[in-house]
């Protein structure tokens, strides 16, 4: 069954960065696309990046555009988010999410996910 | 980028109620709607795709319909794990966007 764990999360003071990962297993990882999402204290879900299943085409929401970036290692079967310039608003529970598809479908599968606290 | 409202925020309901909620999209989204239902402190769960379809495992209580911009989840029967918060996604195109939520409770 698809099994996806998250890590990496923890506090951090704004502006400085934080990478989280992602393993998978369970499923074909290199032929599945790969989202994050976070969910902030009080708010709703925040769609935040996705990779093709190739990584040939990436997609970020604005509110972080330009400072985080997502990757993946199909030899490993790894997915990550290099978080830079972390603003307080930033903190959530990030989730790693499947895509149905290569990476333009639906989110199917979530892993249980990792809080970054962004504190001064 | 594609906005998503719910109506109601917020609802009251008791085990066997009908209960639906409402989803619209700023601008026409195709078949790209689907449903996740998430309860406090978990990770979210995919209910229904691509308007109507079910995700396997998911019970047939649950349904999903509509067109262009206006969709709809209904669950017929309400059961006691079914109250949670209700998220509906458009995933026509990117940004991904995430209705605000309809947290369903108990009445």
């Known amino acids: 069954q698809v099994h996806l764990v998250e890590s990496g999360g923890g506090v951090v003071q704004p502006g400085r960065s934080l990478r989280l990962s992602c393993a998978a297993s369970?499923?074909?990882?290199?032929?599945?696309?790969l989202h994050w999402v976070r969910h902030a204290p009080g708010k709703g879900l925040e769609w935040v990046a996705v990779?093709?299943?190739?990584?040939?085409?990436?997609y970020y929401a604005d509110s972080v555009k330009g400072r985080f970036t997502i990757s993946r290692d199909n030899s490993k079967n790894a997915l990550y988010l290099q978080m830079n310039s972390l603003r307080v608003e930033d903190t959530a529970v990030y989730y790693c999410a499947r895509d149905w598809g290569v990476g333009a479908t639906f989110i199917d599968y979530w892993g249980q996910g990792t809080l970054v606290t962004v504190s001064s | 980028d594609i906005q998503m409202t719910q109506s109601p925020s917020s609802l009251s309901a008791s085990v066997g109620d009908r209960v639906t909620i409402t989803c619209r999209a700023s601008?026409?989204?195709?078949?790209?709607l689907n449903w996740y239902q998430q309860k406090p402190g978990q990770a979210p769960n995919l209910l229904i795709y691509t308007i109507s379809s079910l995700h396997s495992g998911v019970p047939s209580r649950f349904s999903g319909g509509g067109s262009g911009t206006d969709f709809t989840l209904t669950i017929s029967s309400l059961q006691p794990e079914d109250f949670a918060t209700y998220y509906c996604?458009?995933?026509?195109?990117?940004?991904?966007?995430f209705g605000p939520g309809t947290n369903v409770d108990v009445k």
């Open positions: 369970g499923f074909t990882f290199s032929t599945s696309g």
């Open positions: 601008q026409r989204i195709s078949t790209y």
């Open positions: 990779i093709w299943y190739d990584a040939s085409n990436e």
């Open positions: 996604q458009q995933s026509f195109s990117f940004p991904f966007t």
